[in-house]
């Protein structure tokens, strides 16, 4: 079972910037593997934000997302970042690391214990 801790939440002006990290232990070997991030804004569903496959690199955004936030990864630190720019109030959210698979679309299996992001007008 692989394990997820994230860090970088906080509070932020409206066109500011923030960057979310992840560290994953007990990572599979699968050429599948694959990292990413979700967000639950209140009241409403969780969502995906991003995701990004180990093998390769390719990556994947919401469209509410795309242009603004940026996945990536450290292959040596099994870490994953999220690069977060021109933050606007709707951003305002649990953001949450995921891991499992992704072969048409990621596909999570281990989850974080989630990191708020809050976003002021």
């Known amino acids: 079972q692989v394990q997820l801790v994230e860090s970088g939440g906080g509070s932020v002006q409206a066109g500011d910037s923030l960057r979310l990290s992840c560290a994953a232990s007990g990572r599979t070997s699968s050429r599948n593997y694959a990292m990413g991030w979700f967000r639950r804004a209140p009241g409403k569903e969780r969502e995906f934000v991003a995701s990004?496959?180990?093998?390769?690199?390719?990556?994947n955004y919401a469209d509410s997302v795309k242009g603004r936030f940026t996945i990536s990864r450290d292959n040596a630190k099994n870490t994953v970042y999220l690069q977060m720019n021109s933050l606007k109030p709707e951003d305002t959210a649990v953001y949450y690391c995921a891991s499992g698979i992704s072969i048409v679309s990621f596909l999570p299996n281990s989850w974080g214990q989630g990191t708020q992001v809050t976003v002021s007008s």
């Open positions: 990004i496959k180990w093998s390769g690199g390719s990556t």
